[in-house]
């Protein structure tokens, strides 16, 4: 099966969907194994966890290791919290 090759699926009453045998053999997807699923531009994405982990910890890799980004989170929204109430 190549990367470009389509299978239909059919959801089924409780919304679940069945991976097809020769995708999940072609993605190397084993039984309980754990997918994220979002949407992303009007599809439905399925990905292995591993793999978001790895693209979160590369986005965030730049980050100097003195920055704290939840600190700065948490003020900002602080800020904007102290803007909305007018105090």
């Known amino acids: 099966m190549a990367d470009s090759d389509s299978i ?3 959801i089924g009453p409780q919304g679940r969907i ?3 045998a020769p ?7 084993q039984p309980g194994e754990v997918l994220v699923a979002r949407a ?3 599809r439905l994405v399925l990905e292995r966890r591993e793999a ?3 693209r979160l910890r590369d986005r965030f890799a730049l980050v100097p290791a003195d920055v704290d980004l ?12 102290v803007r909305e109430s007018g105090v």
């Open 23 to 29: 995708l999940r053999r072609h993605l190397g997807f």
């Open 70 to 81: 939840a600190a700065e989170l948490i003020g900002h929204r602080r800020e904007e919290s």
């Open 40 to 42: 992303e531009q009007g």
């Open 52 to 54: 978001v982990f790895a």
């Open 18 to 20: 069945v991976v097809p």
């Open 8 to 10: 239909e699926v059919t």
